[in-house]
């Protein structure tokens, strides 16, 4: 029998528009990564709703400028090990795009905000579905924990240390990321190196003394050749030098160039070899000199027999709730699952919201996955084991 066939009038339902007050409650309040005063407003939500549930609630404070930590948990006498579910509260948004550019607002089946599908509505929807769960009378045969971090979008730097400490005590991983095209759930993803070149040349007016001087910018331009050479689409590597800056003046041979580059590998070994390679990268021009630091800030999300049985279970969730899950094709986007993963714990990614947008002013989630999407979380939380 299906959870949500008793019709009785009094038996608790799962209610569409509920679920969609709750995670508009947590739009409203915008979190950029880098406003930890606004961050932690919603981490403040999130522990009080918890709270309620009657969780225990550990708040870590946050350090270099982020937000707090939250973690819940359920009882967890015998220290058996547990479900993680893995949540972000940050978005990418500046403060005041709610009232601007992505106003939120409903059209539809779409319903637009910052941040409403990379991720607070995924990020909402394993409580709602543990608040459903409680409200039957009902448990989860595992242990839960619940993990909403302050600063996924810049890599989790802060909260990489307490994902994988909970991820150590954890036979699943749950990852609330947005689902991708058409409702996919990810079982792989590609590992992210970051890289930052930084080239020093030698200044001179470019008219008076242009002999003398040594262009950061002319040698950049031939090293960006040598870092789009390294890439391979049919291995999965890719590299992209996304941000440069230099220069002083139009008249002058510029002195100093710094890139900012961006590597993604599909296997470990990739990204051990790319990273060896972009830090080998030597001046060319013998008057210059040219310094990379960086690596591999989050390891590839590699399938395995474990992490693909975790997913036929969340497929035969879905199935129960009404609708057909499947998996994506290997992402290029990194998230904290990567960390989870890489410990070898079965990671399943992607279980929030469906939607389209991330990180654009077009940033949206469908009302119609909300319902479907609630019904696997419940069935999730209360069957793994
Ligand atoms: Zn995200």
């Known amino acids: 029998m299906s959870p949500d066939s008793a019709q009785q009038s009094n038996t608790p339902k799962i209610e569409p528009e509920e679920i969609l007050e709750g995670i508009l409650d947590?739009?409203?309040?915008?979190?950029?990564?880098?406003?930890?005063?606004?961050?932690?407003?919603?981490?403040?939500?999130?522990?009080?709703?918890?709270?309620?549930?009657?969780?225990?609630?550990?708040?870590?404070?946050?350090?270099?400028?982020?937000?707090?930590i939250i973690r819940a948990r359920t009882e967890n006498a015998s220290g058996e090990k547990g479900i993680l579910v893995l949540c972000h509260i940050d978005t990418v948004h500046p403060i005041g795009v709610k009232d601007g550019a992505l106003k939120i607002r409903r059209e539809g089946d779409e319903v637009y905000g910052p941040g409403?599908?990379?991720?607070?509505?995924?990020?909402?929807?394993?409580?709602?579905?543990?608040?459903?769960?409680?409200?039957?009378?009902?448990?989860?045969?595992?242990?839960?924990?619940?993990?909403?971090?302050?600063?996924?979008?810049?890599g989790s730097p802060m909260s990489q240390e307490f994902i994988e400490e909970e991820a150590r005590k954890a036979k699943y991983v749950l990852v609330t990321e947005p689902a991708r095209d058409g409702g996919k759930v990810v079982v792989a993803r590609k590992g992210v190196g970051r890289f930052t070149m930084t080239i020093t040349g030698r200044p001179a007016h470019a008219g008076a003394r242009y002999e003398d001087g040594r262009s950061a910018i002319s040698e950049l331009a031939n090293q960006i050749k040598a870092i789009d050479a390294l890439v391979d689409l049919e291995r999965g590597v890719t590299t992209n030098v996304g941000i440069i800056s230099g220069g002083t003046a139009v008249n002058v041979v510029a002195r100093d160039v710094v890139a900012e580059i961006d590597l993604r590998v599909l296997t470990k070994a990739d990204g051990e070899e790319m990273t060896?390679?972009?830090?080998?990268?030597?001046?060319?021009?013998?008057?210059?000199?040219?310094?990379?630091?960086?690596?591999?800030?989050?390891?590839?999300?590699?399938?395995?027999?474990?992490?693909?049985?975790?997913?036929?279970?969340?497929?035969?969730?879905?199935?129960?709730?009404?609708?057909?899950?499947?998996?994506?094709?290997?992402?290029?986007?990194?998230?904290?699952?990567?960390?989870?993963?890489?410990?070898?714990?079965?990671?399943l990614d992607g279980l929030g919201a469906d939607g389209e947008g991330a990180h654009t002013l077009e940033e949206k989630i469908y009302f119609s996955s909300l319902e479907p999407r609630a019904k696997m979380w419940v069935r999730l939380l209360e069957t793994l084991e």
């Open 276 to 347: 060896a390679k972009i830090l080998g990268l030597k001046a060319q021009n013998p008057d210059v000199t040219v310094e990379v630091t960086g690596g591999m800030n989050r390891p590839p999300m590699e399938a395995t027999d474990a992490s693909m049985k975790l997913f036929e279970h969340a497929k035969a969730c879905a199935a129960e709730a009404g609708f057909e899950l499947e998996a994506t094709e290997t992402t290029g986007g990194g998230s904290d699952g990567n960390f989870t993963a890489a410990l070898g714990v079965p990671t």
């Open 26 to 68: 947590w739009v409203e309040a915008e979190s950029p990564t880098t406003d930890k005063d606004a961050v932690n407003k919603v981490a403040d939500k999130v522990q009080g709703l918890y709270d309620g549930l009657g969780l225990a609630i550990e708040r870590t404070p946050g350090r270099d400028g982020f937000g707090d």
């Open 116 to 154: 409403i599908y990379d991720m607070k509505a995924g990020a909402y929807l394993p409580y709602y579905a543990y608040r459903h769960l409680q409200r039957l009378g009902r448990k989860t045969s595992l242990p839960v924990t619940f993990l909403y971090v302050s600063e996924e979008e810049v």
